[in-house]
Structures are given as structure tokens and as C-alpha cells.
């Protein structure tokens, strides 16, 4: 049922009752994650953009489905190699070849991790910095 959730956004005008659409879609989309039956990555889009937020999740069939779907993907790249639960260096490493340059924001990285990802100077891989805003 989740995979099926659609949620629009709107701004809320307190001195008026017509709230306005800004036009962001949220889709909630099925990832695997380990033993966890209900975890769930997010599409975010509007007219002219998307981006895929893979939340925890391990490489599978719905990541590589969304990333090829979106314009950028933020995604959980935990660990050098992938385990059951999280993402790691070596499924980055097939990301690459085939996302065709968009946008890859890595997150939820531990340090020997975020260092192997400097490491592979990947111009279209950005590694934030908290705070950090990035425009698709």
C-alpha cells in the first residue's frame, strides 16, 4: 500500500483558505533493508525535476529503478562493501556506471567509507557537509 502513497504539497496562506500547490510530489517507494519488511526510500518531484532519496536501504532492484527514473539521487553509502541493511562502496562503484553522470549525493558514511568515495574523484559524486544545499 505504501509503494502506492502519493503525498502533494502545498503553501499554506493564513489569510486566505485557497492554499496553493507548489508543485512538489512525495511517492514513497519499497527498499530492502536487511530483515526490515517496511522500509522506504522517497521520489520528490515537480514539473521539471526529480530526485530519489534512498533512505537506509541496501542495493536493489528499486534503487537502481529510481536512480535511472530521477534526475539526482541521495543515497545511503554506509560501508567499503554492502551489507544486508546499507549500501557500500562496491555498489557505488556500479552506480556509476551506469547513471549516467546525474547527481549522486552520498550520505549515513563512515569515515573509511567517505574517504574510498573521495578517493574514486567521481565529478558528478557530491559528499555534503551538514548544512550543505544542492539544487537539482
Excluded: W
Excluded at 547513471?99 to 558528478?124: D, F, G, R, S, V
Aim: proline share 2%; glycine share 6%; hydrophobic share 35%.
Amino acid at each position: 500500500i505504501m509503494e502506492k502513497t502519493n503525498v502533494n504539497i502545498y503553501e499554506y496562506n493564513s489569510e486566505n483558505e485557497n492554499n496553493t500547490s507548489i508543485g512538489l510530489n512525495v511517492k514513497a517507494v519499497k527498499v530492502a533493508h536487511g530483515n526490515f519488511e517496511n522500509s522506504y526510500g522517497f521520489v520528490v518531484r515537480n514539473e521539471t525535476n526529480s530526485l530519489f532519496i534512498s533512505g537506509d536501504s541496501s542495493y536493489c532492484d528499486q534503487v537502481e529503478k529510481m536512480i535511472l527514473e530521477t534526475k539526482a539521487s541521495i543515497l545511503d553509502i554506509s560501508f567499503i562493501q554492502s551489507k544486508p541493511s546499507h549500501m557500500g562502496i562496491n555498489d557505488l562503484e556500479k552506480i556509476i556506471k551506469y547513471c549516467n553522470n546525474k547527481k549522486i549525493i552520498t550520505t549515513h558514511m563512515t569515515p573509511e567509507a567517505k574517504e574510498k568515495i573521495i578517493e574514486l574523484n567521481e565529478k558528478n559524486i557530491i559528499i555534503p557537509n551538514g548544512g550543505d544545499e544542492f539544487s537539482v
